[in-house]
């Protein structure tokens, strides 16, 4: 398992510096510069310039870059607000992303375990029909369809949730967003675990076990929950890359001070340093949680461990 | 004692037999995989279902645009947010072009068909706020919306479907690097890649295929690579291989049929995601520019008026809801179909 993990990291590690790489040479070809402000004159423009290390060779400027990266420092925000460093704008920020984001993981992924370990179970007509309606809405409708469906229902018609984010009650108004995120992880989460525990219940040491009297809910949790997780695991990761770019839009419907929402305005007000600063957050974010999910499938299934590749 | 009979051949030893050709009944005939495909997607009632809607909605982005008396883009600033009429439903009292309309003395219906004196135009969708007919809007936003999907698609598979027939085919020291190379791209977040490109192109139909071209060709590739990979051994390749075949012959002519079918199913499913990203970045800001109409710009109008004019969301709303399940209703089907 050592040797899994570390090739596992050093593959890592080599992705976030190729994505730095091209995060750097991207900022290089923007158009525009962020002292877009004509009032400006030539040499005041050269000594922000100078300020900013932006006079300096290309190579230089990337090392800096680099090294002020893994320091921690994102640089500052040009013009959003100007002069501060970007790390502040996420400190209170990515609390709020991070919240929604799990708890729309976590609320789905329970779902949908539950709803598809009741589909493997019940096998009658009617349940078979109203779990494959609602996994092919979750799957094929996006996110941000059903968050303008329930921001009009829920919270324009019957005004039962906020419509807009508030600060003084996080939890209660952040229900929508979560809502409309976590339908999808449920209906793809649903939908795996149904095929897989439909497998594992016909195999034959689910068999072995009931013959020798085990308790039924033992065999649910040990054996079939367990082995339904594995495939459960892989699809994780598409989900969280689906919830990334969902979230963007939601906080933005919902007015969520979140990432997203800082991303969506650095985009919209040419704050380079700042899309590019959130562009290396999410993109490391994103290889830190493919790294859990592989340490996590490797705990879940031994074979993986044993050099193996699943199948 | 036995005596010793010698055997004599007679001409009826062996008869000829009866020049008739034996008809195959149809559990004896051979199909191809293609034709039994074809029949257990069509068995499938959901499938047909998917592929009914699919057809309904390119007849529509062809045609629905032309079938209004109003063009898509033909501004009239004197009849603004008009809500639906609809020339039968009107004289029922539904959808007859008045709405309710919260005011701050209290809720009060307004027709403004009556109050403009519009009595013989109907506008089936409504109009926006530059008084531009919704029904002809929608149509040539789906129409906008399908050749953006189109168009990625299919360079998706072609750079994925031969990147992942390279590498799977070739095997060795060629596959491994370009899969490290696949694995590296494919760690960064689509997000990510999309809003970057398209921070630094010009905003427009053809840096937004561009941008859906290079996120979406990976899992095209990953397929192909492992369809092949599962298909190249088996018997008749190497029978191919046997025989002295060439390796474009034994890529074009025995391996690339037989990984179609899951080819096909992946172009399904990536039609809805380019819609979906196309929609997206006009969410963000970075879609079609401002005048052009997708599904995108036109879900982001409709929702930024969500509050006063619900109409306006609807028609659109549904196009995609529509779109997307017809195509993964298709998919599925494709997947069973083939399995």
Redesign the interface.
């Known amino acids: 398992m050592g040797r899994y993990l570390r090739r596992r990291i050093i593959?890592?590690i080599?992705?976030l510096f190729?994505?730095l790489l091209?995060?750097f040479l991207?900022m290089q070809?923007?158009?525009g510069s962020p002292f877009n402000d004509a009032k400006l004159s030539e040499e005041q423009v050269a000594s922000l310039k100078e300020s900013y290390g932006l006079d300096k060779p290309v190579i230089v400027q990337f090392f800096r870059y680099i090294g002020k990266m893994l320091k921690g420092d994102l640089g500052v925000s040009y013009s959003i607000a100007p002069n501060t460093p970007i790390t502040s704008l996420l400190v209170n920020r990515f609390p709020v992303t991070l919240r929604i984001g799990f708890l729309s993981l976590i609320f789905g992924t329970l779902a949908g375990l539950t709803l598809g370990l009741i589909a493997a179970f019940f096998r009658s007509r009617i349940i078979k029909v109203i779990f494959?309606i609602l996994t092919?809405?979750g799957?094929?409708?996006?996110s941000?369809?059903f968050a303008?469906?329930f921001?009009?229902t829920l919270g324009?018609k019957c005004n039962i949730f906020p419509m807009l984010y508030d600060f003084r009650s996080p939890m209660f108004s952040s229900a929508m967003p979560i809502l409309a995120l976590s339908l999808s992880v449920m209906a793809v989460i649903g939908q795996f675990t149904r095929s897989e525990a439909e497998d594992v219940i016909k195999s034959d040491y689910v068999l072995l076990a009931k013959t020798t009297g085990m308790k039924s809910s033992t065999i649910i949790i040990k054996y079939i929950l367990r082995n339904s997780l594995i495939p459960v695991i892989t699809v994780m990761a598409s989900l969280l890359?689906s919830l990334?770019?969902g979230s963007?839009?939601i906080e933005?419907?919902f007015a969520v001070p979140g990432i997203g929402g800082l991303?969506?305005t650095a985009?919209?007000s040419n704050d380079?340093s700042v899309?590019?600063a959130l562009?290396f957050v999410?993109?490391a974010l994103?290889?830190v949680v493919?790294l859990i999910l592989d340490i996590l499938y490797c705990v879940v299934d031994p074979r993986v461990r044993l050099g193996g590749k699943p199948s | 004692m036995a005596e010793n009979v010698i055997y004599t051949p007679q001409d009826t030893d062996f008869v000829p037999a009866a020049k008739e050709r034996k008809e195959l009944t149809s559990s004896e005939t051979v199909t191809g995989s293609k034709n039994d495909m074809r029949k257990r997607f069509f068995a499938q009632k959901s499938a047909v279902a998917g592929l009914v809607i699919l057809a309904l909605l390119t007849l529509l982005a062809v045609i629905g645009p032309y079938l209004s008396s109003h063009d898509y883009d033909d501004q009239q600033l004197d009849r603004t947010n008009l809500p639906p009429r609809v020339p039968w439903l009107a004289s029922m009292g539904i959808l007859d072009g008045s709405e309710k309309i919260n005011k701050t003395s209290g809720a009060v219906t307004v027709n403004r068909y009556e109050e403009l004196g519009i009595t013989d135009e109907y506008y089936i969708f409504g109009t926006d706020n530059l008084g531009r007919d919704m029904f002809a809007r929608a149509f040539m936003g789906l129409r906008v919306s399908l050749i953006i999907a189109l168009a990625a698609t299919v360079i998706n598979l072609l750079i994925g479907m031969n990147y992942g027939i390279i590498s799977g085919y070739f095997g060795g020291m060629t596959d491994i690097i370009m899969q490290r190379i696949i694995d590296i791209i494919g760690s960064i977040p689509t997000l990510v890649v999309v809003t970057l490109l398209m921070l630094v192109l010009q905003p427009g139909m053809g840096s937004i295929i561009i941008a859906l071209m290079l996120s979406g060709w990976i899992e095209m590739s990953r397929i192909s690579r492992a369809e092949v990979l599962k298909v190249k051994e088996l018997e008749y390749v190497q029978a191919a291989r046997t025989l002295g075949a060439s390796h474009r012959h034994i890529i074009f002519r025995e391996i690339m049929p037989n990984i179609t079918g899951k080819l096909v199913t992946q172009i399904m499913l990536s039609i809805p995601s380019a819609v979906f990203l196309e929609a997206f970045l006009s969410f963000v800001g970075l879609g079609m520019p401002a005048g052009s109409c997708s599904l995108g710009t036109m879900l982001t109008d409709g929702f930024s008026n969500v509050l006063l004019h619900i109409y306006k969301l609807i028609p659109t709303a549904t196009l995609m809801v529509l779109l997307m399940v017809g195509c993964h209703l298709v998919a599925k089907g494709l997947k069973k179909a083939s399995e």
Do not use: D, Q, R
Request: aromatic share 18%; glycine share 0%.
């Open positions: 593959i890592s080599s992705i190729v994505i091209i995060l991207l070809f923007m158009p494959n092919l809405l799957i094929a409708v996006p941000y369809m303008m469906f921001s009009w324009y890359v990334l770019t963007l839009v933005k419907m991303l969506t985009i919209s380079y899309v590019i562009s999410y993109s994103y290889i493919m």
